[in-house]
């Protein structure tokens, strides 16, 4: 019980501190004068990824690559049948009048590339190389698909405000605060996950790589369910299905990209027979919503969320 409660205080730990280097971070920059297009497109981006970053590096440290390579796996089909499938059991999710082709496309080439690499037996450095240049390419022709919209909007930037964290009224006290509360929680918080999930793992006799894909990958999902939950309720499905596929290639491309080059991550077989095939098969049940023009009801979303308990049921039976 006690490791349980140590988790789940490590992942509070994680999600606070991820939240706050965010916000420091976001408000820093935008003091420096950095334009608000390049902090939403890196800071932002790169910030809400840090608490799998972290859980990732510190597995790796702490010769536990199953949490690693689970967590990143997990959190991608997490992130598709359940935070699009429980938002949309809420409220119908209007994915058809968004336009997140482009985007999807980048996703599915990233986990393509993913698993091509992931048969090679082990993440080696050359795989983080491999791995981040893509990611750098996404990013550059994403900058220039912004620039381009800003163009076209007379040359203004995206409002500040619209970014998530940022507050113009925000004390530089406060950004400091943000900042070294980030930087000392995260480690902090992915060292506790990471040291009672492999105590939870060895107790209850599963692997390490069942406790990423599932306690640990959940867990570092719930941001994003957070995010997404909120907003359906709003009505803005673009958001919500433009955050599940920016965080899924930013898993696949940044995390795994940075964690291999800390030290070798050594893929399980059961990655390659099964896990990596439903990641990839979920991503594809996106097509009807990217390019179909079906909206994500209540249907789609219990028999999601329906996909992703039988699949957690699966690795558990």
Not at 165 to 175: I, K
Request: include cysteine.
């Amino acid at each position: 019980m006690m490791a349980w409660l140590m988790a789940g205080l490590g992942l509070v730990i994680l999600l606070l501190a991820g939240d706050a280097l965010v916000r420091g971070a976001v408000n820093l920059s935008l003091r420096l004068g950095v334009p608000a297009l390049i902090v939403s497109l890196t800071i932002v981006a790169f910030g809400t990824s840090a608490p799998e970053l972290l859980i990732s590096i510190k597995a790796v440290m702490e010769n536990a690559p199953g949490i690693a390579l689970g967590n990143v796996v997990g959190s991608n089909i997490a992130n598709i049948l359940l935070v699009l499938g429980i938002p949309a059991l809420l409220a119908t999710m209007h994915t058809s009048e968004c336009d997140s082709r482009k985007t999807y496309v980048f996703m599915l080439a990233a986990s393509v590339l993913f698993i091509a690499l992931a048969f090679g037996g082990t993440f080696t450095a050359w795989s983080g190389v491999i791995l981040l240049i893509a990611l750098a390419l996404i990013l550059a022709d994403a900058f220039r698909d912004a620039r381009a919209h800003q163009r076209a909007a007379n040359g203004k930037d995206v409002d500040p405000e619209d970014l998530e964290g940022a507050d113009p009224e925000m004390p530089y006290w406060r950004v400091i605060l943000y900042l070294v509360l980030g930087l000392v929680g995260l480690p902090l918080g992915a060292g506790i996950l990471v040291d009672n999930a492999t105590i939870i793992a060895r107790t209850y006799g599963v692997s390490d790589t069942v406790i990423g894909l599932t306690l640990v990958a959940v867990g570092t999902s719930l941001p994003e369910l957070a995010t997404t939950v909120m907003a359906a309720l709003r009505r803005q499905a673009d958001v919500a299905l433009g955050n599940v596929i920016g965080s899924n290639m930013f898993n696949l491309l940044a995390i795994i990209g940075v964690a291999s080059l800390i030290g070798p991550i050594p893929v399980d077989p059961a990655f390659l027979s099964f896990d990596l095939w439903v990641m990839l098969g979920a991503s594809l049940l996106l097509i009807p919503f990217v390019f179909l023009g079906r909206d994500i009801n209540r249907v789609w979303g219990l028999a999601l969320t329906a996909t992703y308990m039988v699949y957690v049921a699966s690795l558990f039976g």
